[in-house]
């Protein structure tokens, strides 16, 4: 079974802090992914990687990096949190040939205060 | 681009009642498609998948899908439901030109009344 773990499953971070979100997998998938799901929204994808130190952006960026320094490991960071991401997270990993079929964490229930 | 189209966010059905959510894509290039599944404070699981073969998919939880080209849907069906088929479902369709990415429908919540 593939398995994507992602480090904590609800966190609760001050205004301007630095958060880091951590995803793991261990099915040696080239793609991973972060989105943000958020009511009435559906899932909106902030950032993804095809390969190590590889990244593209998503559809909603801003206010967000990541890092992806070995194949396993994918970390999206919020440089200074806002309470506008208070938010759920959730990160995916795919291989990269056809039908690019993803594979879901749990996700992390972040809040903002 | 590709995008996909959940009508109605709310869905209520009886238990022993037919599910029906309907999922419509827009596609240049014939796509893959997907419905997932989210349990409360879940991430999303596969249900099951469309990627070329018989139109009509058959998935866990004993759902099922119908891929119908000419009217670019991929609607998802169960005959009776269950009161542990509440959740969220999505719809998704990814394509090999589009970077490996995965295009999802807003999603339908799911409730079952007993």
């Known amino acids: 079974d593939v398995k994507v773990t992602q480090s904590s499953r609800y966190l609760v971070k001050r205004t301007g802090e630095k958060v880091f979100l951590e995803c793991v997998q261990d099915m040696d998938h080239e793609n991973m992914f972060w989105y943000r799901q958020d009511p009435g929204l559906g899932l909106r994808l902030i950032y993804f990687?095809?390969?190590?130190?590889?990244?593209e952006k998503g559809d909603i960026p801003e206010g967000y990096s990541v890092s992806r320094e070995k194949k396993e490991r994918f970390s999206l960071i919020l440089e200074s949190a806002s309470t506008n991401q208070t938010s759920m997270y959730l990160c995916?990993?795919?291989?990269?040939?056809?039908?690019?079929?993803?594979?879901f964490g749990p996700g992390t229930r972040l809040t903002v205060t | 681009a590709q995008s996909v189209t959940q009508l109605g966010s709310h869905v209520s059905v009886s238990e022993g009642a037919l599910v029906l959510l309907r999922c419509n894509y827009s596609s240049s290039v014939p796509p893959y498609l997907f419905w997932y599944v989210q349990y409360p404070n879940q991430g999303l699981q596969l249900l099951l998948k469309y990627t070329t073969g018989a139109t009509l998919v058959k998935g866990i939880n004993g759902f099922e899908a119908e891929f119908k080209k000419s009217e670019t849907s991929f609607h998802l069906t169960k005959p009776s439901a269950h009161m542990s088929d509440a959740a969220e479902y999505f719809c998704a369709v990814s394509v090999p030109t589009w970077n490996n990415r995965l295009a999802f429908g807003k999603g339908n919540q799911v409730v079952v009344i007993p």
């Open positions: 995916a990993s795919s291989l990269a040939q056809p039908p690019y079929e993803q594979y």
């Open positions: 990687s095809y390969d190590v130190k590889m990244k």
